[in-house]
């Protein structure tokens, strides 16, 4: 009975730039069926590498092969290395294609499967060009290495560059009409602008980059003018200077990476305005899930912009920020002390200042003792030095180590020295911000405003429209409350009125009702 065949020619991309040919391949094929007298039912020519068999043209012969069982008696090819460089590989499909009833075979290294011996001579053919592969591989790592270590890019040059050759004809990548779009995203980067919103900008301006590539492309020392030269066995990793020029100053790069780490830049304007007009977000709560109010600017039906605090938890609650943050200076406004209670708080803290006032003239007497000791022993180290009694690494040792206790004393020394007056007059200060808390919050940035809140109420705080409530305030705020109502004249309301604390209770009983704070 007359065979059946499937022909197969292949050819990678360097080889056909070596010379080798299809239709050489197709040809001598086509005459070895003719002579032995065997039908071509199929054939099929390929340009991909024999790595492996997940190549294009080989896997549409498989998928004819299951539909059309038993149609195929022979695989021909011209020699081994066509159909492999991979022996495990080679194996495994000659045994899938014998499963079929197909016999694999080169017309120029044919092998008599019938004779076990003959087995070697295949494992000959299928591994030298696996060897011969491994060995091209080698070489090219190497020779990659070695264009890196020169300051080289001889791949695909990344975005913002273009591949050509210098006037020796040796491979360099130079800017190309995209390094203005890439200097502009990193410039985007340091000034504080996300990625998405450069990235868009890259996009929009031509530069096709993927959101998953984009922050390898700021990592890329490429950009400034470096060369990452990878570890290996026997170097370590190392970043050279480039042949090529940076697109991006290292400063610039340098800032980024800064950026990229979390260290963020200035906040930009439009951020600023924003965390200005939302400065409780992540300090309100949703009373309805407990989650964290974030907050938001939308446009109104007119193009008015207006901040809301909504929950993106359970979605239950949205107020208008304006509202919420006037009810915030409300009750700040309203946690101050009576004057009375300012003076007798400013009288407390001065005496305790003037009390330690023999205590701290006899520590600074003290410390310029140490200072005087520490300058004696460094001239006698010098002299011990001069007159060879002792070897440079004991002077060095020991001046060091009589120097760092002189400056350790010498900065606690000036600690000590500053004037009570100085004191006094911050502590007035601090008095004439607590007698107007809300109106020094509403001036302050929403950095400042954020330290001031976390300062009074530990616990997150949550608002109903018109009032505020939390859990817990400032045990120091409760105490100068707690004084507030036993001097001032006005008794009958301790917290400010649009605020609540769930945790603070009035007890009564046989003595006068007093505040329980809570613990």
Known sequence: MRKRAALMSRVSSDEQAKGYSLGVQSEALETYCLRNDIEVVYSFTEDHSAKNFERPAFKQFLEHLKKNKGSIDLFLFTSWDRFSRNAMDAYHMIDRLKKLGIEAQSIEQPIDFSVPENKMMLAMYLVMPEVDNDRRSIKIRGGIRAALKAGRWCRAAPYGYRNTRDDNNRPIIVPSEHAEAIRNAFQMIA?????????????????????????????????????????????????????????????????????????RPNIPIETAVQNQQLPLRGILKCSACGGKLTGSRSRSRNGTRHAYYHCNHCRAERYRAENANETMVEVLNDLHLANDNAIIHQELVKRMLNGGENDRKGRITKLQNLINQQNERIERLEDNLADGAISSEDFVKMKTRFSNSKNQAQQELIDFKVDNTEKSELLKRALEVISGLGDFYADADAKSKIKLLGSIFPEMIEFDGKKCRTTKINEAITLCLTIDKGFSETKNRILPEKLEVSGWVENTGVEPVTSTLPV
């Open 191 to 263: 000034k504080g602008k996300t990625q998405p919103q450069a990235l868009e900008f890259l996009n929009n301006a031509g530069v096709p980059v993927k959101k998953s590539r984009f922050s390898t492309l700021l990592r890329n020392p490429m950009y400034m003018g470096k060369i990452e030269v990878p570890a290996s066995d026997e170097e370590p990793y190392a970043l050279i200077e480039g042949k090529h020029d940076g697109i991006v100053s290292e400063k610039l790069f340098y800032q980024v990476q800064q950026v990229l780490k979390g260290n």
